[in-house]
T-cell receptor, first 115, second 116 residues
Framework: AQKVTQAQTEISVVEKEDVTLDCVYE???????LFWYKQPPSGELVFLIR??????QNEISGRYSWNFQKSTSSFNFTITASQVVDSAVYFC????????????FGPGTRLSVLP | KAGVTQTPRYLIKTRGQQVTLSCSPI?????VSWYQQTPGQGLQFLFE???????NKGNFPGRFSGRQFSNSRSEMNVSTLELGDSALYLC???????????????FGPGTRLLVL
Protein backbone atom coordinates (compact mmCIF):
# COMPACT_ATOMS: atom_id res chain seq x y z
CA ALA A 1 0.00 0.00 0.00
CA GLN A 2 1.18 3.49 -0.69
CA LYS A 3 1.93 5.89 2.11
CA VAL A 4 3.52 9.31 2.55
CA THR A 5 5.05 10.50 5.80
CA GLN A 6 5.94 14.07 6.66
CA ALA A 7 7.36 13.80 10.14
CA GLN A 8 7.62 17.55 10.72
CA THR A 9 4.22 18.83 11.75
CA GLU A 10 5.27 22.44 12.18
CA ILE A 11 8.45 24.38 11.50
CA SER A 12 9.23 27.97 12.39
CA VAL A 13 12.15 29.85 10.93
CA VAL A 14 13.26 33.43 10.76
CA GLU A 15 13.25 35.15 7.40
CA LYS A 16 16.33 34.44 5.26
CA GLU A 17 17.03 31.12 6.96
CA ASP A 18 17.13 27.96 4.86
CA VAL A 19 14.62 25.27 5.69
CA THR A 20 14.19 21.66 4.57
CA LEU A 21 10.86 19.85 4.60
CA ASP A 22 11.12 16.07 4.75
CA CYS A 23 9.02 13.57 2.83
CA VAL A 24 9.32 9.79 3.04
CA TYR A 25 7.15 7.55 0.90
CA GLU A 26 6.25 3.89 0.62
CA UNK A 27 5.20 2.10 -2.54
CA UNK A 28 5.60 -1.32 -4.10
CA UNK A 29 5.52 0.05 -7.63
CA UNK A 30 8.69 0.68 -9.57
CA UNK A 31 7.00 3.44 -11.52
CA UNK A 32 5.47 6.21 -9.48
CA UNK A 33 5.25 9.96 -9.29
CA LEU A 34 5.99 12.37 -6.47
CA PHE A 35 4.63 15.85 -6.01
CA TRP A 36 4.91 18.83 -3.73
CA TYR A 37 2.05 21.25 -3.23
CA LYS A 38 1.81 24.46 -1.24
CA GLN A 39 -1.39 25.43 0.55
CA PRO A 40 -1.46 29.09 1.62
CA PRO A 41 -4.12 30.34 4.04
CA SER A 42 -6.51 30.87 1.12
CA GLY A 43 -6.84 27.08 0.90
CA GLU A 44 -6.01 26.41 -2.73
CA LEU A 45 -3.33 23.79 -3.33
CA VAL A 46 -0.61 25.20 -5.55
CA PHE A 47 1.46 22.78 -7.60
CA LEU A 48 5.23 23.08 -7.09
CA ILE A 49 6.90 20.07 -8.67
CA ARG A 50 6.36 16.64 -10.19
CA UNK A 51 9.03 13.97 -10.33
CA UNK A 52 8.83 10.44 -11.76
CA UNK A 53 10.59 7.51 -10.17
CA UNK A 54 13.13 7.16 -12.96
CA UNK A 55 14.46 10.67 -12.65
CA UNK A 56 16.62 11.06 -9.57
CA GLN A 57 18.20 14.30 -10.63
CA ASN A 58 17.86 17.04 -8.10
CA GLU A 59 15.99 20.09 -9.27
CA ILE A 60 16.35 23.74 -8.48
CA SER A 61 13.81 26.42 -9.23
CA GLY A 62 14.78 29.80 -7.88
CA ARG A 63 14.88 29.52 -4.09
CA TYR A 64 13.32 26.05 -4.19
CA SER A 65 15.20 22.80 -4.57
CA TRP A 66 14.26 19.17 -4.32
CA ASN A 67 16.37 16.16 -3.37
CA PHE A 68 15.01 12.82 -4.56
CA GLN A 69 16.72 9.70 -3.20
CA LYS A 70 15.20 6.34 -4.09
CA SER A 71 17.61 4.53 -1.80
CA THR A 72 15.99 6.14 1.22
CA SER A 73 12.54 6.66 -0.35
CA SER A 74 12.76 10.35 0.33
CA PHE A 75 11.83 13.45 -1.62
CA ASN A 76 12.88 16.43 0.44
CA PHE A 77 12.16 20.06 -0.31
CA THR A 78 14.47 22.94 0.60
CA ILE A 79 13.64 26.62 0.59
CA THR A 80 16.70 28.83 0.53
CA ALA A 81 16.60 32.30 2.06
CA SER A 82 13.01 31.87 3.22
CA GLN A 83 10.54 34.72 3.00
CA VAL A 84 7.37 35.51 4.90
CA VAL A 85 5.35 34.69 1.77
CA ASP A 86 6.62 31.11 2.03
CA SER A 87 4.47 30.63 5.12
CA ALA A 88 2.00 27.88 4.23
CA VAL A 89 1.28 24.21 4.65
CA TYR A 90 3.33 22.05 2.32
CA PHE A 91 2.15 18.65 1.17
CA CYS A 92 4.08 15.83 -0.39
CA UNK A 93 2.02 13.42 -2.52
CA UNK A 94 2.51 10.09 -4.25
CA UNK A 95 0.78 8.64 -7.30
CA UNK A 96 1.37 5.08 -8.41
CA UNK A 97 1.41 4.13 -12.08
CA UNK A 98 -2.03 2.74 -12.65
CA UNK A 99 -5.20 3.83 -14.31
CA UNK A 100 -6.95 6.49 -12.35
CA UNK A 101 -5.74 9.59 -10.61
CA UNK A 102 -5.49 8.83 -6.92
CA UNK A 103 -2.97 10.89 -5.05
CA UNK A 104 -1.96 9.88 -1.55
CA PHE A 105 -1.00 12.94 0.43
CA GLY A 106 1.20 13.25 3.46
CA PRO A 107 -0.19 15.01 6.54
CA GLY A 108 1.54 18.23 5.60
CA THR A 109 4.13 20.46 7.26
CA ARG A 110 3.09 23.89 8.42
CA LEU A 111 5.90 26.35 7.77
CA SER A 112 5.92 29.70 9.51
CA VAL A 113 8.49 32.22 8.39
CA LEU A 114 8.83 35.01 10.90
CA PRO A 115 10.01 38.49 9.92
CA LYS B 1 -6.27 29.81 -19.32
CA ALA B 2 -8.73 29.85 -16.45
CA GLY B 3 -8.02 27.59 -13.51
CA VAL B 4 -10.24 25.09 -11.79
CA THR B 5 -13.35 26.73 -10.42
CA GLN B 6 -15.59 25.45 -7.66
CA THR B 7 -18.99 26.63 -6.55
CA PRO B 8 -20.16 27.50 -4.07
CA ARG B 9 -17.16 28.58 -2.05
CA TYR B 10 -18.94 28.32 1.29
CA LEU B 11 -21.95 26.36 2.45
CA ILE B 12 -23.76 25.91 5.72
CA LYS B 13 -26.13 22.98 6.04
CA THR B 14 -27.82 21.09 8.83
CA ARG B 15 -27.62 17.42 9.65
CA GLY B 16 -29.74 15.23 7.43
CA GLN B 17 -29.73 17.60 4.48
CA GLN B 18 -28.04 16.89 1.20
CA VAL B 19 -25.62 19.05 -0.73
CA THR B 20 -24.28 19.31 -4.27
CA LEU B 21 -20.90 20.84 -5.07
CA SER B 22 -19.77 21.79 -8.53
CA CYS B 23 -16.38 21.79 -10.20
CA SER B 24 -15.34 23.13 -13.61
CA PRO B 25 -11.95 21.82 -14.68
CA ILE B 26 -9.32 23.62 -16.69
CA UNK B 27 -10.35 23.73 -20.32
CA UNK B 28 -9.24 20.56 -22.09
CA UNK B 29 -8.72 18.57 -18.92
CA UNK B 30 -10.53 15.27 -18.91
CA UNK B 31 -9.92 13.96 -15.41
CA VAL B 32 -11.56 15.40 -12.32
CA SER B 33 -10.79 14.18 -8.82
CA TRP B 34 -12.38 15.11 -5.52
CA TYR B 35 -10.69 15.25 -2.14
CA GLN B 36 -11.92 15.92 1.37
CA GLN B 37 -9.67 17.86 3.72
CA THR B 38 -10.22 17.88 7.47
CA PRO B 39 -7.87 18.79 10.33
CA GLY B 40 -8.06 15.26 11.71
CA GLN B 41 -7.82 13.13 8.57
CA GLY B 42 -5.92 15.44 6.26
CA LEU B 43 -6.41 15.18 2.51
CA GLN B 44 -8.35 12.11 1.52
CA PHE B 45 -9.25 10.95 -1.96
CA LEU B 46 -12.98 10.65 -2.66
CA PHE B 47 -13.26 9.66 -6.32
CA GLU B 48 -12.05 10.38 -9.82
CA UNK B 49 -13.94 10.78 -13.05
CA UNK B 50 -12.55 10.46 -16.52
CA UNK B 51 -14.68 10.77 -19.65
CA UNK B 52 -17.87 10.65 -17.59
CA UNK B 53 -16.88 7.40 -15.88
CA UNK B 54 -15.89 6.93 -12.28
CA UNK B 55 -12.54 5.16 -12.40
CA ASN B 56 -11.41 5.27 -8.81
CA LYS B 57 -13.16 5.55 -5.50
CA GLY B 58 -11.75 6.19 -2.07
CA ASN B 59 -12.92 4.72 1.19
CA PHE B 60 -16.02 6.80 1.80
CA PRO B 61 -19.60 5.71 2.44
CA GLY B 62 -22.17 5.57 -0.31
CA ARG B 63 -23.62 8.90 0.85
CA PHE B 64 -20.82 10.45 -1.18
CA SER B 65 -21.42 10.29 -4.89
CA GLY B 66 -20.48 12.18 -7.99
CA ARG B 67 -20.81 12.45 -11.68
CA GLN B 68 -19.13 14.03 -14.66
CA PHE B 69 -20.78 15.62 -17.63
CA SER B 70 -19.75 15.51 -21.27
CA ASN B 71 -18.04 18.90 -20.93
CA SER B 72 -15.91 17.43 -18.09
CA ARG B 73 -17.64 19.50 -15.42
CA SER B 74 -18.22 17.45 -12.31
CA GLU B 75 -20.59 17.48 -9.40
CA MET B 76 -20.28 15.86 -6.03
CA ASN B 77 -23.25 15.03 -3.85
CA VAL B 78 -23.40 14.21 -0.17
CA SER B 79 -26.70 12.94 1.14
CA THR B 80 -27.89 12.75 4.75
CA LEU B 81 -25.21 15.08 5.99
CA GLU B 82 -23.44 14.34 9.26
CA LEU B 83 -21.47 16.69 11.49
CA GLY B 84 -18.28 14.89 10.45
CA ASP B 85 -18.82 15.88 6.84
CA SER B 86 -17.75 19.42 7.69
CA ALA B 87 -14.63 19.90 5.62
CA LEU B 88 -12.94 21.64 2.74
CA TYR B 89 -13.82 19.80 -0.46
CA LEU B 90 -11.21 20.19 -3.15
CA CYS B 91 -11.57 19.43 -6.80
CA UNK B 92 -8.58 18.80 -9.05
CA UNK B 93 -8.27 18.40 -12.78
CA UNK B 94 -5.60 16.94 -15.00
CA UNK B 95 -5.12 16.64 -18.72
CA UNK B 96 -4.56 12.89 -18.69
CA UNK B 97 -4.17 12.64 -22.40
CA UNK B 98 -2.91 9.08 -22.06
CA UNK B 99 -5.54 8.00 -19.57
CA UNK B 100 -2.92 6.82 -17.12
CA UNK B 101 -2.14 8.13 -13.67
CA UNK B 102 0.65 10.35 -12.47
CA UNK B 103 -0.12 13.52 -14.33
CA UNK B 104 -0.12 16.76 -12.40
CA UNK B 105 -3.39 17.65 -10.76
CA UNK B 106 -4.38 21.29 -10.55
CA PHE B 107 -6.61 22.19 -7.67
CA GLY B 108 -9.49 24.59 -7.30
CA PRO B 109 -10.01 26.89 -4.31
CA GLY B 110 -12.33 24.42 -2.62
CA THR B 111 -15.79 24.52 -1.12
CA ARG B 112 -15.88 24.90 2.63
CA LEU B 113 -18.84 22.98 4.01
CA LEU B 114 -20.07 23.43 7.55
CA VAL B 115 -22.67 21.02 8.86
CA LEU B 116 -24.57 22.15 11.94
Amino acid sequence: AQKVTQAQTEISVVEKEDVTLDCVYETRDTTYYLFWYKQPPSGELVFLIRRNSFDEQNEISGRYSWNFQKSTSSFNFTITASQVVDSAVYFCALSEDNYGQNFVFGPGTRLSVLP
Amino acid sequence: KAGVTQTPRYLIKTRGQQVTLSCSPISGHRSVSWYQQTPGQGLQFLFEYFSETQRNKGNFPGRFSGRQFSNSRSEMNVSTLELGDSALYLCASSLLSSGRAGETQYFGPGTRLLVL
